[in-house]
């Protein structure tokens, strides 16, 4: 603990420093039984944070149901539930907080049972440092490499590996080396930097003080290594981030948007971009309880008026010059999946992010990631506890950045909507701008085209009708697209029409399996959507089927066809939101065929 | 109305205690922007004015969108219920009180019915109803981690049924800073935004931020009787006193306030936040150690909890 000023003029000094104080928040990990919490509980015990009072129930507690015998158990300190008492395993993660003279810290004592996968990350989520756990009898275990797979992916860059219970193994030295070469090689091949202690935590060995059979080891103990390990960057040097968490509207005189300063910092007088929207504006003033500020940092809730009457509300973000978010509706991300209900992709799931909350998809996962080897592997299901790389899609475009560069924006958790719990987690490797390739597509075609003396003007002059595009989607059985498909070519045909059914229908799998899915189909659509221009560069009506078509590559289709109009037939009643979200023009099939002769003449 | 804050020195780094309360703050804000009906659920002690000195930050410069909700046992201090008064009527408050009518019938109280039955009766059953009658779907609370070995396993969003039970082995996992919100019919939310600091940061945050507390708090001549083992103070008559019993005057201040009967004093010279917080120091108990409900049995917080206790 902390030394304790011994008269009141030192109390302000000690106060002033304990505030200025660095704070570590680390977890400790491992596989079951390890000995993480009798880690903890002995930690606690040593830096003296434990009351009197506290320590006179634990050894009756201990007594009554420890394991060891007439002596202190102290993983009671942290097992703190009922049932894990009885069961002598932790079920869920405990957080305890103490203070050196050097640093405060927070732990959250994490449980090896991988059955409780879901509540290691929970407090992974928010660690600088991890201590990995080794039962020196054991070795590395499948939970071992499990935990420090999700350590990594969140982050974490600083690993600690204890191997522990060295009392139980002489405290050999060929034991540890052994262990540590093993971890090595697993580790390496993750980008995993750690250090190693052999540690005897029953024993207090190498937590606060150095162990006595422990001499061929000259290492810093636990305690050395936490007090001095470099803290985590700080993210005040990116460029400026915050969501809006809530509109503070108290009367019509104020508008304040408030959040959570992410990324950078800002000031008074900066120029400000609201995403996704794009809209530029000007912060006017940065408001707070304790009076206005000129300049506020990464960390800090405040309240930001702006120059303009801008269109802003919870969920949007706001950004700074020579920021990195991107707006988009599609993401690769990777998942950890916590449900006993396996991941189903094409199933509309809630996402929230740290700004909002969203609806949207998971495609079948490109692959899983092997927890023992740490190798890609085909899989095409999500259980409980997998790791793997998914496309994710949301109904519409939210501002997002990788976790690696902005972990708040690049975070989101996945809330089934059946039973309302968080079933997964996901880290954001890379967004696909709205329409990027399609864009970028457009460019291109640009650059190789050759334009003909015969304009669109001519021959829409001639055919006496305007070039449409039409698309049949939805989610019904096959032929019905046909039918539907051929009705519409075969009147307006009678009609003196110039109309052309293609006949190849995109007819996607719902449960898609094949593991490159979101390549190919890009392709496919490419394909598709140029053929589609072509026919009515021709001055054509252009009939085509796409099971399913989603708000991202609706606009995608506008985008690549522009300027030609799209009309598009919604088999099942589903697909208001491609009218409402990409502002398409969407109709029944009972409307269609009328529609499209009133547009075609318009 | 503001006046600068002492928490927020350096132009680049945010000091520990103003990183604490930015992240309670955007707890505050999350609530609000997600939730129907949310209540503060103020209980007047050290914790409870910390919550409340937040929530008016969080919202500044609105007034707090939310009720405040005293659960009066009729058995608090009574300079507790005189500071609740002044302090609703100052910052303008809709504070609500409620007791356990049914309690109040039976004439239930920790002297007759002994601790127990009072607590459950009059704090536990009486929460309930209150809940049930307002219909909150989510309750601030000032619980601290540090406080006890089950509540720091507790979640920050946490979750009660619809008979407002805790279910200990089956959290939602709490990811980053993103909290589901997401509830199940009858399914209410209760929040605490001070989940991550410890009994020294309030203390130290209620000294730089001047904020007002109970004068309980800090020692001053009280009288007294010892009750098992603990100093109990005479705050009104119905304290009932045997011929045995000796009724001292000795300087003592309280490190946690309740019901005056079951809350016990400790003696004091501390008449300063910064002699409190040096005591706070040099003690070698806990700060529960001074409350009488939480030592009947090992588990006996965690068994509270799931039965509905805040
Ligand atoms: N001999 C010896 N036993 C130890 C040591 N550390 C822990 N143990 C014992 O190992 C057993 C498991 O310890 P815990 O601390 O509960 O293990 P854990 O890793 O927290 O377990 P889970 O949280 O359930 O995964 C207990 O019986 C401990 O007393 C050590 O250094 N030496
Ligand atoms: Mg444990």
Same mark, same amino acid.
């Given at each position: 603990?902390?030394?304790?000023?011994?008269?009141?003029?030192?109390?302000?000094?000690?106060?002033?420093?304990?505030?200025?104080?660095?704070?570590?928040?680390?977890?400790?990990?491992?596989?079951?039984?390890?000995?993480?919490?009798?880690?903890? *509980?002995?930690?606690?015990?040593?830096?003296?944070?434990?009351?009197?009072?506290?320590?006179?129930?634990?050894?009756?507690?201990?007594?009554?149901?420890?394991?060891?015998?007439?002596?202190?158990?102290?993983?009671?300190?942290?097992?703190?539930?009922?049932?894990?008492?009885?069961?002598?395993?932790?079920?869920?993660?405990?957080?305890?907080?103490?203070?050196?003279?050097?640093?405060?810290?927070?732990?959250?004592?994490?449980?090896?049972?991988?059955?409780?996968?879901?509540?290691?990350?929970?407090?992974?989520?928010?660690?600088?440092?991890?201590?990995?756990?080794?039962?020196?009898?054991?070795?590395?275990?499948?939970?071992?490499?499990?935990?420090?797979?999700?350590?990594?992916?969140?982050? =974490?860059?600083?690993?600690?590996?204890?191997?522990?219970?060295?009392?139980?193994?002489?405290?050999?030295?060929?034991?540890?080396?052994?262990? =540590?070469?093993?971890?090595?090689?697993?580790?390496?091949?993750?980008?995993?930097?750690?250090?190693?202690?052999?540690?005897?935590?029953?024993?207090?060995?190498?937590?606060?003080?150095?162990?006595?059979?422990?001499?061929? +080891?000259?290492?810093?103990?636990?305690?050395?290594?936490?007090?001095?390990?470099?803290?985590?960057?700080?993210?005040?040097?990116?460029?400026?981030?915050?969501?809006?968490?809530?509109?503070?509207?108290?009367?019509?005189?104020?508008?304040?948007?408030?959040?959570?300063?992410?990324?950078?910092?800002?000031?008074? *007088?900066?120029?400000?971009?609201?995403?996704?929207?794009?809209?530029?504006?000007?912060?006017?003033?940065? =408001?707070?309880?304790?009076?206005?500020?000129?300049?506020?940092?990464?960390?800090?809730?405040?309240?930001?008026?702006?120059?303009?009457?801008?269109?802003?509300?919870?969920?949007?973000?706001?950004?700074?010059?020579?920021?990195?978010?991107?707006?988009?509706?599609?993401?690769?991300?990777?998942?950890?999946?916590?449900?006993?209900?396996?991941?189903?992709?094409?199933?509309?799931?809630?996402?929230?992010?740290?700004?909002?909350?969203?609806?949207?998809?998971?495609?079948?996962?490109?692959?899983?990631?092997?927890?023992?080897?740490?190798?890609?592997?085909?899989?095409?299901?999500?259980?409980?506890?997998?790791?793997?790389?998914?496309?994710?899609?949301?109904?519409?475009?939210?501002?997002?950045?990788?976790?690696?560069?902005?972990?708040?924006?690049?975070?989101?958790?996945?809330?089934?909507?059946?039973?309302?719990?968080?079933?997964?987690?996901?880290?954001?490797?890379?967004?696909?701008?709205?329409?990027?390739?399609?864009?970028?597509?457009?460019?291109?075609?640009?650059?190789?085209?050759?334009?003909?003396?015969?304009?669109?003007?001519?021959?829409?002059?001639?055919?006496?009708?305007?070039?449409?595009?039409?698309?049949?989607?939805?989610?019904?059985?096959?032929?019905?697209?046909?039918?539907?498909?051929?009705?519409?070519?075969?009147?307006?045909?009678?009609?003196?029409?110039?109309?052309?059914?293609?006949?190849?229908?995109?007819?996607?799998?719902?449960?898609?399996?094949?593991?490159?899915?979101?390549?190919?189909?890009?392709?496919?659509?490419?394909?598709?959507?140029?053929? *589609? +221009?072509?026919?009515?560069?021709?001055?054509?009506?252009?009939?085509?089927?796409?099971?399913?078509?989603?708000?991202?590559?609706?606009?995608?289709?506008?985008?690549?066809?522009?300027?030609?109009?799209?009309?598009?037939?919604?088999?099942?009643?589903?697909?208001?939101?491609?009218?409402?979200?990409?502002?398409?023009?969407?109709?029944?099939?009972?409307?269609?065929?009328?529609?499209?002769?009133?547009?075609?003449?318009? | 109305?503001?006046?600068?804050?002492?928490?927020?020195?350096?132009?680049?780094?945010?000091?520990?205690?103003?990183?604490?309360?930015?992240?309670?703050?955007?707890?505050?804000?999350?609530?609000?922007?997600?939730?129907?009906?949310?209540?503060?659920?103020?209980?007047?002690?050290?914790?409870?004015?910390?919550?409340?000195?937040?929530?008016?930050?969080?919202?500044?410069?609105?007034?707090?969108?939310?009720?405040?909700?005293?659960?009066?046992?009729?058995?608090?201090?009574? &300079?507790?219920?005189?500071?609740?008064?002044?302090?609703?009527?100052?910052?303008?408050?809709?504070?609500?009180? /409620?007791?356990?009518?049914?309690?109040?019938?039976?004439?239930?109280?920790?002297?007759?019915?002994?601790?127990?039955?009072?607590?459950?009766?009059?704090?536990? !059953?009486?929460?309930? !109803?209150?809940?049930?009658?307002?219909?909150?779907?989510?309750?601030?609370?000032?619980?601290?981690?540090?406080?006890?070995?089950?509540?720091?396993?507790?979640?920050?969003?946490?979750?009660?049924?619809?008979?407002?039970?805790?279910?200990?082995?089956?959290?939602?996992?709490?990811? #980053?800073?993103?909290?589901?919100?997401?509830?199940?019919?009858?399914?209410?939310?209760?929040?605490?935004?001070?989940?991550? #600091?410890? &009994?020294?940061?309030?203390?130290?945050?209620?000294?730089?931020?001047?904020?007002?507390?109970?004068?309980? /708090?800090?020692?001053?001549?009280?009288?007294?009787?010892?009750?098992?083992?603990?100093?109990?103070?005479?705050?009104?008559?119905?304290?009932?006193?045997?011929?045995?019993?000796?009724?001292?005057?000795?300087?003592?201040?309280?490190?946690?306030?309740?019901? /005056?009967?079951?809350?016990?004093?400790?003696?004091?010279?501390?008449?300063?936040?910064?002699?409190?917080?040096?005591?706070?120091?040099?003690?070698?108990?806990? &700060?529960?150690?001074?409350?009488?409900?939480?030592?009947?049995?090992?588990?006996?917080?965690?068994?509270?909890? !799931?039965?509905? /206790?805040?």
């Amino acid at each position: 603990m902390a030394s304790v000023p011994e008269n009141m003029v030192d109390i302000h000094q000690y106060l002033d420093q304990h505030q200025h104080k660095e704070l570590l928040r680390f977890i400790t990990c491992g596989s079951v039984d390890d000995g993480k919490s009798t880690l903890i *509980g002995r930690l606690l015990y040593e830096s003296a944070f434990i009351y009197e009072d506290q320590l006179a129930s634990l050894k009756t507690d201990s007594k009554k149901m420890g394991t060891q015998g007439d002596d202190i158990d102290f993983a009671l300190l942290v097992d703190g539930l009922a049932a894990e008492r009885e069961q002598g395993i932790t079920i869920d993660v405990a957080y305890r907080f103490f203070s050196t003279d050097k640093r405060k810290f927070i732990v959250a004592d994490t449980p090896g049972h991988e059955q409780y996968t879901r509540n290691m990350a929970t407090g992974a989520s928010t660690a600088d440092v991890a201590v990995v756990l080794v039962d020196a009898r054991h070795g590395i275990m499948t939970q071992t490499k499990r935990h420090s797979m999700i350590v990594r992916l969140l982050g =974490v860059n600083r690993v600690i590996l204890a191997i522990n219970k060295m009392d139980l193994m002489d405290y050999s030295k060929t034991v540890y080396d052994g262990i =540590v070469g093993d971890y090595a090689a697993f580790a390496n091949g993750q980008g995993i930097d750690f250090v190693a202690i052999p540690l005897a935590a029953l024993k207090g060995e190498n937590i606060l003080r150095r162990g006595d059979s422990l001499s061929w +080891y000259d290492g810093p103990t636990l305690m050395g290594y936490l007090e001095t390990v470099p803290l985590p960057v700080n993210r005040r040097d990116h460029a400026f981030s915050m969501p809006v968490q809530w509109v503070n509207r108290p009367d019509l005189n104020f508008r304040g948007f408030t959040g959570q300063i992410t990324t950078g910092t800002i000031a008074v *007088g900066d120029s400000i971009r609201v995403l996704p929207a794009g809209t530029q504006t000007r912060v006017e003033s940065i =408001v707070t309880f304790d009076g206005h500020l000129d300049r506020a940092i990464c960390g800090q809730s405040i309240t930001i008026t702006v120059a303009d009457d801008v269109d802003m509300s919870r969920g949007d973000i706001m950004v700074g010059e020579g920021h990195a978010v991107v707006v988009g509706q599609r993401c690769k991300a990777t998942l950890l999946w916590m449900s006993e209900s396996a991941l189903v992709p094409g199933k509309l799931y809630w996402f929230k992010t740290r700004a909002k909350l969203v609806l949207g998809r998971i495609q079948a996962p490109d692959h899983l990631i092997n927890v023992n080897t740490g190798a890609t592997m085909m899989g095409s299901v999500m259980q409980v506890n997998d790791i793997g790389d998914c496309v994710c899609e949301w109904d519409q475009p939210i501002p997002m950045e990788p976790y690696t560069s902005n972990a708040p924006l690049g975070s989101f958790i996945v809330i089934d909507r059946d039973t309302n719990n968080t079933v997964g987690m996901g880290l954001v490797r890379s967004i696909s701008g709205q329409g990027e390739w399609a864009s970028r597509h457009v460019k291109e075609r640009h650059r190789h085209w050759s334009q003909g003396r015969v304009s669109v003007t001519h021959r829409v002059k001639r055919n006496r009708h305007k070039p449409i595009m039409v698309v049949l989607t939805g989610i019904v059985p096959r032929d019905r697209y046909a039918a539907v498909g051929t009705a519409i070519e075969e009147a307006l045909f009678q009609d003196d029409i110039q109309a052309y059914r293609y006949g190849f229908q995109f007819m996607r799998q719902a449960d898609a399996t094949e593991s490159s899915i979101g390549a190919l189909r890009q392709d496919m659509f490419r394909q598709l959507f140029d053929i *589609g +221009y072509a026919f009515m560069d021709a001055g054509m009506v252009f009939i085509t089927a796409i099971r399913g078509l989603t708000v991202s590559e609706c606009h995608e289709l506008k985008t690549i066809v522009d300027p030609f109009d799209i009309i598009i037939v919604d088999l099942d009643g589903t697909n208001g939101m491609l009218q409402t979200v990409c502002n398409a023009d969407v109709v029944s099939a009972d409307e269609a065929l009328p529609h499209i002769q009133r547009q075609l003449r318009h | 109305m503001s006046q600068s804050s002492l928490i927020h020195t350096s132009p680049s780094s945010l000091t520990h205690l103003a990183q604490l309360e930015a992240d309670s703050i955007h707890i505050f804000r999350e609530v609000v922007a997600e939730t129907d009906n949310p209540v503060m659920l103020y209980s007047i002690g050290k914790d409870s004015s910390v919550l409340l000195h937040i929530a008016r930050k969080a919202f500044y410069p609105a007034p707090l969108p939310f009720p405040l909700m005293h659960i009066d046992t009729t058995w608090k201090f009574k &300079e507790m219920i005189a500071f609740r008064d002044h302090i609703a009527a100052d910052y303008g408050l809709n504070m609500i009180v /409620y007791t356990n009518p049914d309690g109040l019938e039976r004439q239930i109280g920790p002297f007759t019915h002994g601790s127990a039955v009072h607590t459950d009766v009059m704090k536990t !059953q009486a929460l309930k !109803q209150a809940l049930d009658k307002y219909q909150f779907d989510a309750a601030f609370g000032g619980a601290r981690r540090d406080e006890e070995k089950s509540r720091a396993k507790e979640r920050i969003f946490s979750f009660r049924s619809a008979q407002h039970r805790w279910d200990p082995k089956n959290q939602r996992p709490e990811l #980053w800073s993103i909290y589901n919100t997401k509830k199940n019919p009858g399914e209410s939310i209760r929040v605490f935004p001070l989940s991550n #600091w410890t &009994e020294l940061d309030i203390w130290q945050y209620i000294y730089l931020e001047k904020i007002p507390i109970v004068p309980l /708090y800090l020692a001053k001549p009280r009288p007294v009787v010892r009750k098992n083992g603990m100093l109990i103070m005479v705050d009104d008559d119905r304290m009932p006193l045997s011929d045995t019993d000796v009724v001292e005057t000795l300087s003592v201040r309280f490190r946690t306030l309740g019901c /005056y009967p079951l809350t016990g004093a400790i003696v004091s010279e501390a008449t300063t936040l910064p002699a409190i917080i040096h005591e706070m120091l040099l003690t070698k108990t806990s &700060e529960r150690q001074g409350r009488l409900i939480d030592s009947d049995g090992g588990a006996s917080m965690e068994i509270k909890k !799931q039965e509905g /206790y805040f």
